[in-house]
């Protein structure tokens, strides 16, 4: 397991308890630290972690990082770009794009961590490290992870995935791993009804949608990259879609689809 899955493994943990549960199971592991050893060694785990934590914080606030880093200043937008050239088209909005729903739910007490749920995350980790690894194939232009805070529980995970068209979708929903990671659900679905799947296809045409992002690390359709050809070298780059927004041809909602201007629609 790599410090990403670790890292992601950690956070399901955390996020399928409520926080009135996790000091519950913090006040248990304490009484137990102090059942066995002696009072002035059972408070060191929670001492050290207090303390590291406090250190962290004013190391990171004396050092002047207030603020996450990687946070784009100011408002930019996501614009395909021509994969023939890696260039901006001149009519903004002016591909066409699929936006595909992938997640699961955990109808259970225990949440990210009941039966079959463990297969599950590996299941859908393991395939998005195929797409990430495929993209080009795939026409990928990005996917995230997101959770879902409808629940007490945190118990639904959500993929959202940006693919070139749906030609490229069905490649990937017929390629052997996805099937394959399909057949295994159907065959433990009947002694595990607590696990649910869905998914959420939207095929949009071209100047059908816009984006904007503003004081915001790369996100969404705004952390995609296209798979390009640099004009000069003929080599093969990849190219984030974020451009600035504070220009006249892309200031206004109408604008960044590529639609005409009109004077009574002119705002963000």
Known sequence: ????????????????????????????????????????YAIVPFSACALISAISTL?????????????????VTAQMVDPSNGKIPAIPASQSLVVFHLGVRFNHTLGLISPGAPEVVKHFDTM?????????????????????????????????????????????????????????????????????IFHETFITSAQQYETIYENMPPVLLGAASVASTNEITKEKNWVNTLVDADVKPLRTQLRRMGKHYRPTADRG
């Open 59 to 75: 190391f990171e606030l004396r050092s002047g990082k207030t603020y996450p880093t990687g946070i784009v200043p100011g408002q």
């Open 128 to 196: 998005n490290a195929d797409l990430r690894r495929r993209a080009d194939e795939y026409g990928l232009y990005h996917f995230s992870n997101w959770k879902g805070a409808e629940s007490d529980r945190n118990n639904t995970l959500l993929m959202i995935y940006y693919f070139r068209n749906v030609d490229g979708l069905n490649r990937f929903a017929h390629d052997t791993l996805h099937w394959n990671t399909w057949k295994w659900f159907n065959s433990i679905k009947e002694d595990h009804k607590h696990l649910g």
């Open 1 to 40: 397991m790599d410090s990403h899955e670790s890292r992601n493994l950690s956070v399901h943990i955390k996020d399928s308890f409520s926080l009135t549960a996790l000091f519950t199971i913090g006040a248990i592991t304490q009484s137990f630290l102090f059942l066995v050893f002696p009072a002035g």
